[in-house]
């Protein structure tokens, strides 16, 4: 099969895109993109050109934008570049150049593929309809993919990595993975598609280099048909992860239950997990924890309640029988459960001793650290958390005209009381099946108050740590 016929088979395959839709193709100068170029234009593809000068290798970066140019007007396409001073860039944001270049390359692919969407390209005159798409294509290829792949593996990025370039994500479109770097210049030789060598490519110290250089031969004198059987693998590793990402869901959907910006974790269900560190890593990678901290969490499983491991933007804290994932600037307030055989929880306001009583023990307190409340009127686990905006509680005491106990909004009673911003920072609740119970040092919820008819009784005493 001819390499335009593959080309054609993989569009449909993968149903990347349709004749209906505008394509930007992202081209350097190199004969991948020249390729990828000539092949849009035989399969009567409609799209423009984008060429980025990123100005690393002087005289060299100006000839490519200026071939890149020529090669817009020979197929008579839109052509869009932009020049970016990319070492001063990389200086400024404190990364690498090669990661700064990526990042300016895409963000801008990104806004011309937005602009062109916006604008609605026309294909013979017609305009396109808004059902169609605008798609970014770069000129990646099975080599490119095979490298990818082997770096990933090396690095230790799981599952994941090893499915390496996906042909299509969101709008951005590979349509070149099928053809190895040897079918690309055989096209490009028997065509006479003049294209630019970038000289950095021969150069091993960029990571990608040395694989593609050194590594991938060395193999090759090895294992001969090392290219041909990663590509297979690759294949193959994307249908592996398809499964793997569906059972990984599964097990997410039964263990994490989300309360607002945090994450509640049942400690006993994640115990039972027969592949636990690798469950625990794609629950906890989300929010910037390695694979190497997954041990550590499972080491947390069996730790007493307050110890905690963190990531740079999160804290994983163990919490009695749960494992609680909390942003960092929220980690003094977290959410904490009460459990119907606790007797004491410490919080950062304080101790929380709870005990049961009788009817007949039921003091009257005017002491505003006590709470006496009726037991049978309680679901557990019960919630100590801090307040927020929109909370609500039924005031004892607090009745309107018609006898009916009065709602009220924790801010409004907070005014009523006089409290000061200090004092209302530090202001903590007790809940029961989302309604509050207790104001702490504040006042009880009428509706769980004690009355003549209540014969279990539960006692809060909070005082400080």
């Known amino acids: 099969m001819s390499l335009p016929a ?43 050109i984008a060429h980025c000068n990123f100005q690393l290798r002087g005289e060299e970066s100006e000839r490519d934008e200026i071939f890149v140019k020529t090669l817009a007007e020979k197929y008579d396409v ?18 690498s150049i090669q990661v700064a270049a990526r990042e300016l390359r895409y963000n801008w692919f990104e806004e011309l593929r937005k602009e062109s969407d916006n ?56 349509p070149l993975l099928f053809a190895k770097k040897d079918e690309l210049l055989k096209f490009a030789v028997e065509n ?24 991938i031969p060395s193999l090759q004198k090895v294992f001969p048909g090392v290219e041909e059987n990663l590509m297979h693998n690759v294949e193959r590793f994307r249908e592996i992860d398809e499964l793997y990402t569906e059972i990984i869901n599964q097990y997410k959907n039964k263990l994490v239950e989300k309360k607002g910006n945090e994450v509640y974790i049942p400690v006993l269900k994640l115990k039972r997990i027969k ?28 730790s007493e309640s307050g110890k905690f491991i963190s990531s740079a933007t999160h804290k994983i804290i163990k919490n009695r029988n749960w494992m609680i994932i909390a942003p960092h600037n929220t980690m003094e307030a977290a959410n904490i459960l009460i459990n119907e055989n606790d007797k004491e929880v410490k919080f950062a306001s304080g101790v929380l001793e709870i005990g049961d009583a009788t009817s007949e023990k039921f003091e009257v307190s005017s002491n505003s650290s006590t709470a006496w409340l009726d037991k049978e009127k309680i679901t557990f686990p019960l919630l100590l958390r801090k307040w927020k905006r929109g909370d609500y509680f ?18 409004k009673f907070f005014i009523d009381q006089k409290l000061s911003l200090a004092d209302k920072e530090k202001i903590w609740i007790i809940e029961s099946n989302r309604k509050i119970v207790w104001v702490l040092k504040q006042r009880i919820d009428d509706r769980f108050k004690v009355t003549a008819r209540s014969t279990k009784l539960i006692k809060f005493h909070v005082s400080e740590s």
């Open 6 to 48: 593959k080309f054609k088979s993989y569009i449909q395959k993968h149903q990347l895109f349709s004749h209906k839709d505008h394509l930007v193709v992202a081209v350097s100068g190199g004969v991948d993109s020249v390729v990828l170029c000539e092949l849009c234009k035989i399969a009567a593809f409609n799209f423009s």
């Open 78 to 95: 839109e052509f869009f570049f932009k020049k970016f001073d990319t070492e001063k860039i990389a200086l400024q944001n404190k990364t």
């Open 119 to 174: 604008r609605q390209p026309t294909i013979d005159g017609h305009r396109l309809s808004k059902a169609h798409s605008t798609y970014l294509l770069t000129a990646h290829h099975a080599n490119d993919n095979i490298e990818t792949v082997l770096m990933n593996f090396f690095k230790g990025t799981g599952m994941a990595g090893l499915k390496g370039i996906q042909p299509k994500h969101g709008k951005i479109v590979r």
């Open 192 to 215: 006479n598609l003049h294209f630019v060598e970038d000289s950095s490519n021969m150069s091993d110290k960029y990571t990608r280099n040395y694989f593609r250089n050194q590594l």
């Open 275 to 302: 592949a636990l560190s690798t469950v625990l890593y794609e629950i906890i990678k989300e929010f910037d924890f390695t694979a190497h901290q997954a041990e550590e969490v499972k080491k947390l499983l069996g």
């Open 394 to 411: 039924y005031p004892l005491g607090m009745k309107k005209a018609s006898g009916a106990i009065a709602k009220k909004k924790l801010s």
